[in-house]
């Protein structure tokens, strides 16, 4: 077994590494490139792998409820705001990343398309399938993030805030027991924490 939680660029040798023992792998790297999705993919024919943007308990509950509310408030303007220390190398961060798409997913929008990275100038009223998109980073945060639901007259803000690594090495471990003895495949943190197929 092997936890990653490196950069990008070392994805291909780990990963490499793995195959060749048989070894599987648990991965939280985040700012993945279209051809590190490829090579987890091609990985998972021979062993078992695990991604997750964010092995926090507390995120992946935070996944869920996001789901949760934009299916009931689904008319709302969203907006994801995170906020992680002045070190962090990608933007947005993965679980950012990851909040977007179970929105988007929910809610049968293009992440893509529909999403506004920050705003600044004339930018025209908001449309009403766009989702906003707020990077902070400053001192030493560890990790913070917001999806907010905004209707007309009330307003739900759903906000998990990580205060050390712990979580997210907790929860790798926790992972890598569950994919233990696994055969060869995709797995998610889902699977782990709420037994998702």
């Not at 409820?65 to 933007?91: R, T, Y």
């Not at 997210?168 to 197929?197: C, H, N, S």
Request: proline share 4%; charged share 25%.
């Amino acid at each position: 077994m092997l936890i990653d939680f490196s950069l990008p660029p070392a994805l291909e040798k780990v990963l490499a590494s793995c195959v060749n023992r048989g070894c599987a792998f648990v991965s939280g790297t985040t700012g993945f490139a279209p051809e590190h999705w490829d090579a987890l993919e091609e990985a998972a024919k021979v062993i078992p792998v695990l991604h997750a943007p964010n092995f926090s308990t507390g995120v992946n509950v935070l996944c869920r409820l996001a789901a949760q509310a934009a299916k009931v408030m689904d008319d709302s303007d969203i907006e994801i705001v995170e906020m992680h220390h002045n070190q962090k190398k990608d933007s947005p961060s993965g679980t950012a990343d990851r909040l977007l798409q179970v929105v988007c997913e929910t809610l049968e929008r293009d992440a893509e398309a529909d999403t506004r990275h920050g705003r600044r100038g004339d930018v025209g009223a908001r449309t009403k399938r766009e989702i906003g998109m707020h990077a902070l980073r400053g001192g030493d945060v560890v990790g913070d993030h917001t999806v907010i639901f905004a209707a007309q007259g009330e307003r739900i803000e759903l906000t998990h805030k990580a205060s050390n690594r712990d979580t997210f090495a907790k929860g790798a471990v926790r992972a890598a027991r569950w994919l233990a003895g696994k055969p060869a495949g995709r797995y998610t943190i889902d699977q782990v924490l709420f037994g998702a197929e």
